[in-house]
């Protein structure tokens, strides 16, 4: 069984910056994608960036965050992170880390979410 557990929400003034964390623990042979997705109170959950396992990692970003937001990753730590700058009071939601995770080799990836953590901005 694996979990996800972020870190690195709370509460910020509009421009202010904030650094989501999450990591991946339990049986865990290999982790390709990992993301980050945010979920407004009555809206749906909805991707903010990705970042594939592969070399440098590619990226994917939502275009409301794009410029001023970065995603990476420590594979060493099964560990990705979410850089947020000039944050703006639309950015307020739970954010939930996800990761396609492989327990064995040879085994099948499967989707993992974490619990969430809840980011708002404050103008």
């Known amino acids: 069984q694996v979990q996800l557990v972020e870190s690195g929400g709370g509460l910020v003034l509009a421009g202010g910056s904030l650094r989501l964390s999450c990591t991946a623990s339990?049986?865990?042979?290999?982790?390709?994608?990992m993301g980050w997705y945010s979920q407004a109170p009555g809206k749906q959950r909805e991707l903010v960036a990705t970042i594939t396992s592969g070399g440098s990692g590619s990226t994917k970003y939502a275009d409301s965050v794009k410029g001023r937001s970065t995603i990476s990753r420590d594979n060493a730590k099964n560990t990705v992170y979410l850089q947020m700058n000039s944050l703006k009071p639309e950015d307020t939601a739970v954010y939930y880390c996800n990761a396609l995770v492989r327990g064995y080799v040879g085994g099948t990836y499967y989707s993992v979410w974490g619990q969430g953590t809840q980011v708002t901005v404050s103008s």
């Open positions: 339990g049986t865990i042979s290999s982790i390709d994608t």
